[in-house]
């Protein structure tokens, strides 16, 4: 799969989709909402994913302005590459430019995220918000589009 210009994300974890529970398969979604089947196992899908991470960290080096830009906002980039290494099943982060959605645990709050003072003067000064430690990450999404 192509990327362009940072549009697509890759997930840090693993889209597990189980129509027939004999058969599990395993996903990449992108931003586009194209799918990527990983494998048929935890440990195909977990190579699949180093795979793309390794193409969209080559695709980057031809765009440096997009390596800042691309990663969800809300999520550090230290945080993204920790739970990556981890391999971490089901929760999972969307590489994104200016969506500012993301599917994520809806009981995340700012603080669980550990977003820093500058990511949320950020967010507060982008989208005229009022952000706090402890509020939930989807109500502040919500906030966003109903704004």
Same mark, same amino acid.
Request: glycine share 6%; proline share 6%; hydrophobic share 35%.
């Given at each position: 799969m192509e990327?362009?210009?940072g549009k697509?994300?890759?997930?840090?974890?693993? &889209? !597990?989709?189980? $129509?027939?529970?004999?058969?599990?398969k395993y996903f990449a979604k992108f931003l586009n909402d194209d799918?990527?089947?990983?494998?048929h196992t935890e440990d195909e899908a977990i190579e699949g994913l180093k795979k793309l991470y390794k193409e969209y960290k080559a695709k980057n080096k031809l765009f440096p302005s997009h390596s800042d830009q691309v990663l969800n906002p809300y999520v550090?980039?230290?945080?993204?590459?920790?739970? &990556? !290494?981890?391999? $971490?099943s089901i929760a999972f982060f969307e590489l994104i430019e200016e969506d500012p959605y993301?599917?994520?645990d809806d009981e995340f709050t700012v603080q669980d995220l550990e977003l820093s003072n500058k990511q949320i003067e950020i967010i507060n000064d982008k989208y005229q918000l009022s952000v706090r430690p402890e509020d939930v990450v989807v109500d502040?999404?919500?906030?966003?589009?109903?704004?």
């Open positions: 990327f362009s210009e697509y994300k890759i997930v840090t974890g693993i &889209f !597990d989709y189980k $129509i027939n529970p004999k058969n599990p799918v990527e089947v990983l494998g550090p980039t230290e945080k993204f590459q920790e739970y &990556f !290494d981890k391999g $971490i993301t599917q994520i502040i999404f919500d906030r966003i589009k109903n704004s």
